[in-house]
């Protein structure tokens, strides 16, 4: 009896998931299930993924100057998540594609009251106002998934010096290296030619190494997908220990 109840509630969880229009709040997706598509094509191995930030920032008071101000900045994300294996047939395989768009302002450059500051208020704001191909991957696991190798087009912060964004202010906000090295080392939006090579030695404990192409040229607002090595300085080589104990 017992499993028979058990199926009887998967089955009414996928039905209630079907249905579930946009914006409905027990829906796992903002957008609802598309007509029970969405559900379908994620059992195949197909997963989307849309996203929009926000940002915006004023100044109420400054004893620098009577010019307060204020300026909005937002980021539009949209991602494919593909299951290789459910789709090929590829054990342990997965590959990710995503295109960003930032558009606005920022206060940090256009108020005289923050003049001097060294970094911006606004964390979804630069590296131009642009389209950008942000992802472009493919990666495969080996060895019973302890060898994790990556390839593709993707920043250096998607993997290493890896730091939460819970807050607006950029230097509290991602791999810290891309926000005050930011000719050199590339965070998201960014993308560069790379590879990165991981391996877990236990579950709190996996060291990997990581080959980033350096082209400055992949900063410019007109080369958002370029896929050219055209403008190459040659290759930034990070490694890491890392050690995430409980």
């Known amino acids: 009896m017992a499993s028979c109840l058990s199926v009887l509630s998967i089955t009414l969880f996928i039905q209630h998931a079907q ?6 709040p027990n829906s796992p997706w903002m957008l609802g299930d598309w007509n029970g598509q969405r559900t379908a094509l994620q059992a195949q191995g197909y997963d989307f993924s849309f996203g929009y930030t926000g940002e915006y920032a004023g100044i109420l008071d400054s004893k620098n100057t009577s010019s307060h101000g204020s300026a909005y900045t937002g ?12 789709i090929l047939g590829w054990q342990d395989t997965e590959a990710q594609i995503t295109l960003t768009y930032r558009d606005g302002q920022s206060l940090s450059e256009h108020s005289p009251a923050l003049a001097g500051h060294l970094s911006s208020v606004q964390e979804v704001w630069g590296r131009e106002q642009t389209w950008r191909l942000t992802d472009l991957w493919i990666k495969k696991k080996f060895l019973d998934q302890k ?6 087009r993707f920043g250096e912060g998607e993997d ?15 791999s810290q290296v891309g926000n005050w090295v930011g000719d050199q080392w590339y965070n998201w939006p960014v993308s560069q030619w790379a590879m990165r090579v991981k391996y877990n030695l236990q579950p709190d404990l996996y060291t990997q190494v990581g080959v980033y192409e350096y082209n400055p040229e992949n900063l410019d607002r007109g080369k958002g997908f370029n896929l050219s090595t055209d403008g190459s300085h040659g290759a930034i080589i990070p490694a890491e220990v890392v050690w995430s104990p409980k």
Do not use: M, R, T
């Open 75 to 86: 980021q539009l994300a949209l991602g494919s998540h593909f299951d290789l294996n459910k």
């Open 160 to 174: 290493f010096n890896s730091f939460d964004c819970d807050f607006q202010n950029l230097a509290l906000c991602g």
């Open 19 to 24: 249905a579930a229009a946009a914006f409905d």
């Open 147 to 152: 060898l994790d190798v990556k390839v593709g």
